[in-house]
């Protein structure tokens, strides 16, 4: 258990401070020049034997030397805590040191040393500076809204809440915390705004998931800058809406605003979900020619795109090319994740053991990836073995998504009973996501009666959850039961709630077309439709037999059929097959899982056609390359 802080206390001044003499300057200009701890503390010792440590302005400078801003120190622990002894043993410290020590600790013993200053009459009087300063270190990790409520008082007692400083602080302040009504009142009576003002309480919007308010708050700036149009973005990215970010950042580069590191990390974020190849490549362009700094997110950004976008070689030269050995955990853990989803089971487990003996600690989001790896490769012993090492070995409690990693490992596996076996000793309360990745595995391997039991525990939980009974409805279907499934879509039906449809979408010429089930919105839909009765010929003749069991409805076999050649991901290949050149690879992005008839008809399209379709779900990545995929038909 950490200790508490000390109170502050301040010794007074005996005698008059010395004044400073011609070779005094020298002494100070020393800390300038000092590389560690170790050399400030010499200096220290030649200012106190010359007798400069009874006059306020060394202890400031040597404060400011210790704690610069932004720190700059290895051990910032061991400079914030000489930098305390410093400011101890100062006799009338003056404001200046006051708000440095304030700044530098941003915790509680920031409040014990701002109310040493309310006690004491000699202390000097708080300013704009020392308010900010505080109000920044009640964040939600920090002191807390209480506390913070408390500085807020002191800033309208001494009329230093209309200052722009403070009113700026109390209004990112109270937007970390959640409480954005607050923050846009402090906003409406602010007689004094400026660019910080827009972007705090913007910022403020975009952290409560609000991204309309947020918009039309950016729509009415008088003016804007990096920070602005990369808070608006990533409030997009942040809510699932990826092409209004994109649109947003080519708004972006019209206006004339240079992009930074965040602004492209984003941006990233954006191209990676929409499958957006070629703009992600720009980007990847505009880094080198711009000489952005490559910092860990930006790269760990680049290495997520490549993979997200299918092109997991290229994730590997941009990791090889240019992580370091020094690198953080957050670039290993993207390229493992990209080796998990593309199926590259061996690759992913291989860098994970590379990654450890460069010394590098591998954390929660590590193992997610492995465990992920383990699955799609069917790898039991080896998921059993990473998952145990993550207490035993690493130190890492396991969470409930590592815990639901090894329930879709096992029951995807067939080992459904001891997948319900994990769930019931874990260490925390199963959720629905833990329960459902059980029901998926009883649908896979047709255990109609664990599923029939987990979807009443379900229910329980949350009778609501429509993916959850819409997947127990097509386990009744698959067995038959078509009464069974029907009261289940029903009961969705008198709820309320509608399932997601199945959506495919594609990226032609920095344009997104999106697919739905039997979708006829598109331009281009005679054409479309057209195709796909030539292909379904072409598809027959090379043996291709639909998997009628897809269609969970008690229809007619011809009506099934009909029903499986309108998928949406079967359109959003069709589109492409008119739309591109010959052997250009088809890149398509679906929100659910592709399912077993779709994907023995990719396999069929890719060698008719002689085309790379590479295909992500909701789980994985797919493939197809010459009548094969590369999950070998485990997904």
């Known amino acids: 258990m950490a200790a508490m802080p000390q109170p502050f206390s301040v010794p007074k001044a005996a005698t008059p401070p010395p004044s400073i003499s011609s070779h005094h300057p020298i002494l100070l200009l020393l800390l300038n020049s000092c590389k560690s701890l170790h050399q400030i503390k010499k200096v220290h010792a030649k200012l106190i034997t010359a007798g400069l440590f009874l006059h306020p302005f060394p202890p400031s400078k040597l404060l400011q030397v210790l704690l610069p801003s932004p720190p700059s120190a290895s051990d910032t622990s061991a400079f914030l805590s000489y930098a305390d002894l ?4 100062s006799p009338s410290p003056p404001l200046f040191s006051y708000n440095t020590l304030i700044k530098a600790h941003s915790s509680p013993a920031s409040l014990l040393l701002f109310r040493s200053m309310l006690r004491d009459p000699a202390a000097p009087t708080p300013n704009q500076y020392t308010l900010a300063f505080l109000l920044a270190a009640c964040a939600p990790r920090g002191l807390g809204l209480a506390e913070a409520e408390q500085v807020r008082v002191h800033a309208l007692k001494r009329g230093l809440e209309t200052n722009v400083f403070v009113s700026n602080v109390v209004i990112r302040m109270y937007g970390s915390f959640g409480s954005v009504h607050d923050a846009q009142k402090v906003f409406d009576v602010s007689t004094q705004r400026d660019l910080f003002s827009w972007n705090s309480l913007m910022g403020a919007y975009v952290g409560s998931g609000n991204v309309d308010r947020a918009r039309k708050l950016f729509d009415e700036m008088p003016e804007k800058d990096v920070v602005s149009w990369s808070t ?3 409030g997009y990215v942040q809510v699932g809406c990826f092409v209004e970010a994109m649109e947003l950042f080519r708004y972006m580069q019209h206006a004339g605003a240079r992009p930074n590191e965040f602004t492209l990390t984003t941006v990233l974020a954006a191209c990676a979900n929409l499958v957006a190849l070629d703009q992600g490549k720009w980007i990847h362009m505009y880094i080198r020619r711009a000489n952005v700094e490559m910092n860990e997110r930006l790269l760990a950004g680049l290495i997520d795109m490549y993979a997200k976008c299918g092109e997991v070689e290229s994730a590997c030269e941009v990791f090889n090319a240019e992580h370091s050995p020094r690198s ?7 390229m493992i994740n990209g080796f998990a989803i593309h199926g590259r089971t061996g690759d992913a487990i291989d860098l994970f053991e590379r990654m450890k ?11 997610v990836s492995l465990l992920n790896a383990c699955s799609h490769g069917r790898l039991v012993e080896q998921g059993k073995h990473y998952f145990n090492s993550m207490r035993t070995i ?7 998504e590592h815990y639901g990693c090894m329930v879709d490992l096992l029951g995807r596996s067939g080992m459904v009973k001891e997948a319900e076996e994990m769930i019931l000793k874990m260490d925390m309360a199963p959720d629905i996501a833990i329960w459902g990745a059980l029901l998926g595995a009883c649908r896979i391997h047709g255990d109609i009666e664990m599923g029939n039991r987990i979807g009443k525990i379900i229910n329980k939980l949350e009778p609501s959850h429509v993916g959850c009974n819409v997947l127990l409805a097509n386990i009744y279907s698959g067995s038959r039961r078509w009464d069974d499934a029907k009261d289940i879509r029903k009961s969705i039906e008198i709820g309320g709630v509608r399932k997601i449809p199945g959506c495919s979408s594609i990226e032609l ?17 005679k054409q479309i439709y057209s195709f796909l009765d030539e292909m379904s010929i072409k598809l027959k003749l090379a043996g291709y037999s639909p998997e009628v069991g897809e269609v969970m409805l008690d229809i007619y076999e011809e009506d099934k059929e009909t029903a499986l050649s309108i998928h949406s991901e079967k359109l959003a290949i069709a589109f492409a097959l008119i739309n591109t050149k010959p052997e ?10 592709v399912c077993s008839d779709c994907h023995v008809a990719t396999k069929f399209i890719s060698k008719i056609y002689r085309r790379e379709i590479i295909v992500r779900d909701r789980i994985r990545f797919h ?10 038909d485990y997904w």
Do not use: Y
């Open 86 to 89: 410093v400011f101890r043993h």
């Open 232 to 234: 608006i973005i990533a």
């Open 328 to 334: 953080t955990t957050r670039t290993w853990n993207a």
């Open 357 to 367: 003996a460069a010394g590098i600690d591998p954390d929660k989001v590590t193992f």
């Open 394 to 400: 690493h130190g890492i409690d396991p969470e409930i």
């Open 509 to 525: 010429n920095g344009m997104f077309h999106q697919f739905l089930v039997g979708d006829r919105s598109h331009p281009q839909t």
């Open 584 to 593: 250009t690879p088809i890149r398509i992005v679906k929100n659910l899982r």
């Open 623 to 632: 493939h197809f390359k010459d009548g094969i995929c590369s999950c070998k």
